[in-house]
């Protein structure tokens, strides 16, 4: 049971370049989330989608870009990349809303922007 | 905006000991609370969850505590072992799944 895996683990890249991280999920959750943990900020809610097809911005989604064609994926895409997006990307996933649900997470992509 | 935050940011118990993480909530429309663990290099794995028609809810060494009048969430994990030591974060959430998490506390277990 694989569960929730991100990739890539590590990734070092430059301004201006684009950039992707990858988010898969084996329970079929209709939910998925991107968050971005910071020293000093703890994790910070970037994109969140209910289902497939179906995105919403969370507290810091300037300069990101996601999206939900199968329910098992959740990508995450720089755009442009800029050096105050080097974080430590976390993925998650949840069960239907209903009756509240615990989110669970990936293991995370250390991102670095020279 | 609703914040949650921690009273202490670091924690050091004996092995063995029974530790308490502590945890404060501005939204008192909050309906559900999570503790997760984060070890080095890891993301945040759930130990307990709580909904606010409860007070008390207990797992395998670990009981989580809430007190909606003061807005008080803890964590208690018993006869703390080595693995323990980790950052523990609560968060919570008003009906919807955006959850909202504290900063985080250090928990080390000394031998």
């Known amino acids: 049971d694989a569960g929730i895996t991100q990739s890539p683990r590590y990734k070092i890249t430059e301004t201006g370049r684009q950039v992707t991280l990858m988010c898969h999920q084996t329970?079929?959750?209709?939910?998925m989330f991107w968050y971005r943990q910071d020293l000093g900020h703890g994790l910070r809610l970037i994109y969140y989608?209910?289902?497939?097809?179906?995105?919403d911005k969370g507290e810091v989604p300037d300069g990101y870009v996601v999206s939900r064609s199968k329910t098992e994926n959740f990508p995450l895409t720089l755009e442009s990349a800029t050096r105050s997006q080097t974080s430590v990307y976390f993925c998650?996933?949840?069960?239907?809303?209903?009756?509240?649900?615990?989110?669970?997470f990936g293991d995370g992509t250390r991102l670095s922007i020279l | 905006g609703e914040s949650v935050g921690l009273h202490l940011p670091t924690l050091s118990v004996q092995e063995g000991d029974n530790s308490i993480i502590n945890c404060a909530y501005s939204?008192?429309?909050?309906?559900?609370f999570i503790w997760y663990k984060q070890e080095s290099g890891k993301g945040p794995q759930f130990i307990i969850d709580?909904?606010?028609?409860?007070d008390k809810r207990q797992g395998q060494r670990v009981t989580v505590l809430l007190n909606k009048t003061v807005k008080h969430l803890s964590l208690q994990i018993a006869a703390t072992q080595p693995g323990d030591s980790a950052v523990y974060f609560c968060?919570?959430?008003?009906?919807?799944?955006?959850?909202?998490f504290g900063q985080g506390t250090r928990l080390t277990i000394n031998p």
């Open positions: 998650a996933s949840s069960e239907s809303n209903l009756n509240q649900q615990p989110q669970h």
């Open positions: 329970w079929s959750h209709s939910y």
């Open positions: 989608s209910a289902a497939a097809d179906i995105t």
């Open positions: 939204n008192s429309a909050s309906d559900y």
């Open positions: 709580i909904r606010s028609n409860m």
């Open positions: 968060a919570e959430t008003e009906g919807a799944q955006k959850l909202v």
